[in-house]
């Protein structure tokens, strides 16, 4: 079974421009949930997306957007880059039943904004 | 809001020693809790889920506890091995579509 891939691994920008990243679900599973995580932070939920709708969204402002498509497949997209931006950005994948389905991440993109 | 509270300062233990890391939530009524573990540069990896209705669970050399009352989780490394040094996160759901709140994780090291 192949495991989430994301791409790219690293990538470095400049504070205004925009970002796209990108992220292949584990075979078999429909819903994609993307986090944000720091240097030294767990790892904070932006938004989630079930059947190609978001599905609920954490505390990010709309520069922060995505797409999921209909290999399940999804992007994030964040617009206007601040310096705060830089992060480690992982893509989970999770099958939707119920509550308990645990998280498969991929290895994340590591963003640099300088 | 809510809160979750691991323990900040890494962990260094012995090899062969049992390790015990902490995870103290508030203003939470989880149905389960889950424990991640994670490497530098590499996505968590999910270790073990504990239901509210479970006071333990066991995994080869891993051991969780819940308790409800106290608001608290306990995860335990038995017999300890250099390859368990990692970053262990962890996590509550705020929803019932499996979202999770993580906590910053404790950094475990262990020592031949």
């Known amino acids: 079974e192949t495991g989430v891939t994301q791409s790219p691994t690293h990538l470095i920008k400049t504070r205004g421009q925009q970002v796209t990243l990108r992220c292949s679900s584990q075979s078999g599973h429909n819903t994609v949930s993307w986090y944000q995580q720091a240097l030294g932070q767990g790892p904070q939920f932006i938004f989630q997306y079930y059947r190609e709708e978001e599905n609920g969204r954490g505390n990010f402002p709309p520069r922060f957007s995505g797409l999921q498509f209909p290999n399940y497949s999804s992007e994030l997209n964040v617009n206007a880059l601040e310096l705060d931006d830089s992060a480690l950005y992982l893509c989970?994948?999770?099958?939707?039943?119920?509550?308990?389905?645990?998280?498969?991440f991929g290895n994340g993109t590591r963003l640099t904004v300088t | 809001s809510q809160k979750i509270e691991q323990n900040s300062e890494a962990l260094n233990i012995q090899e062969g020693k049992t390790a015990t890391l902490t995870c103290n939530y508030t203003n939470y009524s989880p149905a389960y809790l889950q424990w991640y573990r994670q490497d530098p540069g590499r996505g968590p990896v999910f270790l073990l889920l504990?239901?509210?209705?479970?006071k333990e669970k066991r995994k080869e050399r891993l051991k969780v506890t819940f308790d409800t009352t106290l608001k608290q989780s306990l995860f335990h490394i038995t017999a300890s091995q250099p390859a368990d040094s990692a970053t262990y996160l962890c996590?509550?759901?705020?929803?019932?579509?499996?979202?999770?709140?993580f906590g910053a994780g404790t950094q475990v090291v262990v020592t031949p």
């Open positions: 996590a509550l759901p705020t929803d019932s579509w499996g979202k999770l709140q």
């Open positions: 989970a994948s999770s099958l939707p039943q119920g509550d308990n389905s645990p998280l498969h």
């Open positions: 504990i239901r509210e209705n479970e």
